[in-house]
């Protein structure tokens, strides 16, 4: 298990690098050049990492379903296309590198103040993953439920008063 | 607030007699209603309904974050969204918020649309809260960061602010004897808010259905969202205008109260409604004693006259 | 009572020296002159005071109950009717009934309408004790009862309506404890005191106008904090103070009515001739006055309707219990009234009196309780809210019996006055 983990990351670090390479090429990405798995664990508080099998999502969903315009492909959505119709392709791909991890952080919301910026309701990563996999999911029938996708931590249980930490007492609320 | 100070000092140095109390509601009155401007960079959440997908995170979190006693059932069981006749209210068929929990998410499923949709209810910190304006003992504060907080150590217990309450948000502790006190989110003010940092139900969310930044902030990004999906969303913020401006506001798919709104909650601060009232307050103190004793003179003169008449006949 | 009066030719005391010229001490005036054993005799052969005392055995347990483990235990408050009984019943009806006070107080004091002054006593009583157990409703219903002093002096909120009703009720209170004090002085032999009270009279009854304009105004302006959530046919913002306070007038006066009818018939060894010869024609004088506000009333509650354009309103089922409400609690007393005003019949007037009293309360629990959340649910009292209502409210009938039965409020005093 850690020899594959080791395996992923090793991979992951390969296509970033790789995509790198390509982009200073200025040739489009192949789907062929992304990592084969992506571990998210933003969430490590109160829950597993994540294996993400990128190869896997590319056969069905469009790379712009999440790459937006980075790739150097027109996107799809009418309002993106306005202004990325003939974006070429962005140095950086990775989720995280646009979608800030502080999305509410008192620097991002800072930027806010800058009165150029356009994209002012840019959803922070954990926001965009969600919005984005679930949104897709609940389209194509994949799973949506929390832990379809994430096992809970100990921290998690806690917090969520499930498993070892369920409530046990019953019925003493109230009063009337 | 050292504004505050120097005003009760005022008041109780000035003696406790009626005329004191109206000049003081009269300037108080006007500040706290009248010219005040709200915080301009005072915080606020946006919660976007389309995006909630019942996760109950929020709740989880805050009730960890505030220290809020155990739950019924764990926040992993979403079988609560189908408890009809929950405890909190006696003839209310939805959950509500109670004094073991400040913010809840329920769900309805709305005729044409093929999934649920989930609200979160809490607090929505008016700009102008009728609690506070309500409160004859200053209980409750807005902060400049934009919560309304609540000081135990004053609170009397009337429960006037969950009668002014256009939202029926805060809760009382009835089962407690000695200590009671009202129960509302406080926006994490102590622990969160204060730093800048969001709220933890906020932190929480997966799904980014709540958004944090300043409330100014959020009113556009709501309009941009409405602009640039029309077929999403109902063209109205809940909360721009209700109550007169909440920090909390939210953008649903649906008409609002389809989604459990209350879409009766007046555009102005409840504080509006009872002006006309406080506006009479000084002209009767001032006027009433003037003009009943005047009264009392003339007939007192009609006695006076009249005894004087029968004296006259008399002779 | 009458069975000692009969046999006892000092009984009832209304002088401070006994026929054989020796002065009655004060134990002995508070036993009304008979011994121990005979006041314990007639204090058990009264029926009333069996249920008293069953009342109070079911309500007392109850009382420490609330005490002891908090209003949730016997209350049906909740988070969407933080008030009930207790606030709607004690607090809402028994002070408009409780009017009387400043309303006797300006007629004889101001206007100088002598010839109401053997009821005026009588009225500022009623004043006082409604008063008086209204905020000892209140001390039920607050969660912190300790804490009442707090809006007075450790924490103030001056721009909120229950602080003016705060203060306006405890300096009212203490006024009309000084306007009654002069009675207390009278039977306690200490003319000083009541000299002293009667050179304030002027300004006491003064500020009673203005304190009760307000306040009574105040509490119906408390039901403006809730826009959205009671009935708008019950609720007016800009009326809602003046309904409040009008109906209050002719609330006191017709509990006025009521009471002197209840010690004309349960109290007559107490009353003088004086009191009991006038009382039909002060009670007619009475409903004379309450007519006039029973008539603007009405008059305003339609304004306040047409000023919020809520016509449509009135044909709803909400609308006709509204129009039931007025024609049952205040057009049918107004007719009777009018009635017997013309043919000088006092029954007819007691009878109106009675149920204008009733409406009176019927109004504001309409107004804090049923028509309250009026797009929710209906809450029903708990039972034991009930009984510490009912305890309450006994605490009060007796009170008030042990004062007239004492006081020279229904007769005059012989001795030194």
């Known amino acids: 298990m850690s020899q594959g983990k080791n395996v992923q990351r090793t991979l992951c670090i390969i296509a970033v690098g790789s995509a790198l390479f390509w982009s200073g090429l200025g040739y489009a990405m192949d789907a062929s050049d992304a990592p084969e798995v992506i571990t998210m664990d933003s969430l490590e508080n109160h829950y597993d990492p994540v294996e993400f099998n990128h190869l896997e999502h590319t056969e069905m969903a469009a790379c712009t379903d999440c790459h937006h315009h980075t790739l150097g492909i027109p996107p799809t959505n009418e309002s993106c296309v306005k202004c990325h119709e003939n974006s070429p392709e962005a140095d950086v791909l990775s989720c995280g590198d646009c979608h800030l991890t502080d999305r509410f952080g008192i620097e991002a919301l800072a930027t806010l103040d800058d009165p150029q910026l356009y994209h002012r309701g840019t959803p922070g990563l954990k926001g965009a993953y969600h919005l984005n996999c679930v949104g897709c999911h609940q389209e194509v029938g994949g799973p949506i439920g929390c832990e379809d996708c994430h096992t809970m931590k100990d921290a998690g249980k806690k917090m969520f008063k499930a498993g070892k930490y369920a409530p046990v007492s019953k019925g003493e609320k109230g009063g009337h | 607030m050292k504004n505050k100070i120097i005003n009760r000092r005022n008041f109780i140095k000035g003696g406790l007699g009626g005329a004191v109390v109206a000049s003081q509601l009269k300037g108080k009155e006007s500040q706290a209603a009248g010219a005040f401007d709200h915080y301009p960079d005072s915080m606020g959440v946006l919660v976007d309904v389309t995006r909630c997908v019942g996760c109950r995170s929020c709740e989880a979190a805050c009730n960890q974050e505030q220290g809020l006693p155990e739950p019924e059932k764990p926040f992993n069981d979403y079988s609560v969204f189908d408890e009809v006749h929950p405890h909190g209210g006696h003839g209310r068929e939805e959950r509500r918020t109670t004094e073991y929990n400040y913010t809840i998410v329920n769900k309805y499923n709305v005729p044409g649309v093929d999934h649920p949709l989930f609200r979160k209810i809490q607090c929505n910190h008016c700009l102008e809260p009728a609690c506070l304006t309500s409160c004859f003992v200053n209980a409750y504060s807005k902060t400049p960061e934009g919560a309304v907080v609540y000081d135990p150590t004053v609170c009397v217990g009337c429960r006037t602010c969950m009668i002014a309450c256009p939202f029926y948000v805060p809760t009382f502790k009835y089962g407690s004897a000695f200590k009671p006190r009202i129960m509302k989110c406080v926006f994490c003010h102590e622990t969160r808010l204060k730093e800048g940092r969001p709220p933890a139900c906020v932190e929480i969310c997966p799904q980014e259905a709540l958004t944090f930044g300043k409330r100014t902030d959020l009113l556009e990004m709501a309009k941009s969202r409405i602009r640039s999906n029309p077929d999403k969303y109902v063209d109205h913020i809940y909360g721009e205008k209700e109550a007169g401006g909440t920090a909390w506001l939210y953008l649903s798919p649906v008409e609002f109260d389809k989604v459990g709104f209350d879409v009766h909650v007046p555009h102005e601060p409840v504080i509006n409604f009872v002006r006309d009232f406080l506006s009479i307050v000084p002209m009767v103190l001032l006027i009433w004693p003037a003009l009943f004793t005047g009264f009392h003179l003339l007939s007192n003169r009609k006695d006076a006259k009249s005894q004087h008449d029968e004296d006259n006949q008399e002779v | ?417």
Not at chain 3, 15 to 34: A, M, N, R, Y
Not at chain 3, 180 to 205: C, D
């Open chain 3, 1 to 417: 009572m009458k069975l000692f009066t009969n046999n006892k030719q000092e009984v009832p005391i209304v002088d401070h020296c006994k026929p054989d010229g020796s002065k009655w001490s004060i134990t002995e005036k508070l036993l009304l002159g008979l011994s121990f054993q005979d006041y314990k005799k007639q204090f058990f052969r009264n029926p009333f005071n069996w249920a008293f005392i069953i009342i109070f055995l079911i309500g007392t347990p109850i009382l420490i109950e609330r005490y002891l483990f908090g209003l949730g235990t016997v209350t049906h408050s909740s988070s969407d009717y933080p008030w009930g009984l207790f606030l709607g019943f004690g607090l809402f009806g028994m002070v408009p009934l409780s009017a009387s006070g400043f309303m006797l107080g300006t007629t004889v004091e101001l206007f100088g309408r002598k010839d109401f002054h053997p009821i005026e006593r009588l009225a500022l009583l009623n004043g006082l004790l409604g008063y008086f157990f209204a905020v000892l409703f209140l001390m039920v219903d607050l969660g912190m009862p300790w804490r009442l002093p707090y809006p007075m002096f450790v924490s103030l909120g001056p721009a909120a309506v229950l602080f003016l009703v705060a203060w306006h009720v405890a300096t009212y209170l203490s006024v009309q404890v000084a306007e009654v004090l002069p009675s207390f002085f009278e039977w306690l032999g200490w003319l000083k005191g009541k000299r002293a009270i009667r050179s304030m009279v002027l300004g006491l009854t003064v500020s009673g106008i203005i304190l009760s304009t307000l306040h009574q105004g105040a509490l119906g302006a408390l039901f403006t904090y809730a826009p959205g959530k009671l009935h708008p046919l019950w609720l007016s913002a800009n009326f809602q103070w003046i309904h409040f306070f009008c109906s209050s007038i002719f609330g006191g006066l017709c509990m006025v009515i009521v009471v002197s009818t209840l010690i004309k018939k349960f109290m007559a060894w107490r009353c003088d001739d004086h009191f009991l010869e006038t009382l039909d024609n002060l009670s007619l004088g009475l409903a004379k006055g309450a007519t006039l506000a029973m008539i603007t009333y009405i008059v305003i509650k339609f304004v306040a309707i047409a000023h919020d354009k809520e016509w449509a309103y009135l044909l709803t089922g909400w609308g006709q219990y509204y129009l039931l409400e007025i024609t049952v609690a205040v057009v049918l007393p107004l007719i009777l009234c009018v009635w017997a005003i013309r043919n000088d019949n006092a029954t007819v007037v007691r009878f109106a009196a009675l149920i204008v009293v009733l409406g009176i309360i019927w109004n504001r629990l309409n107004t804090a309780l049923i028509c309250y959340n009026w797009h929710l649910y209906q809450e029903i009292p708990h039972w034991k809210e009930v009984a510490i209502t009912v305890l309450v409210y006994s605490s009060y009938i007796i009170t008030y019996r042990f004062i007239l039965y004492r006081l020279p409020i229904v007769y005059e005093w012989k001795g030194e006055k």
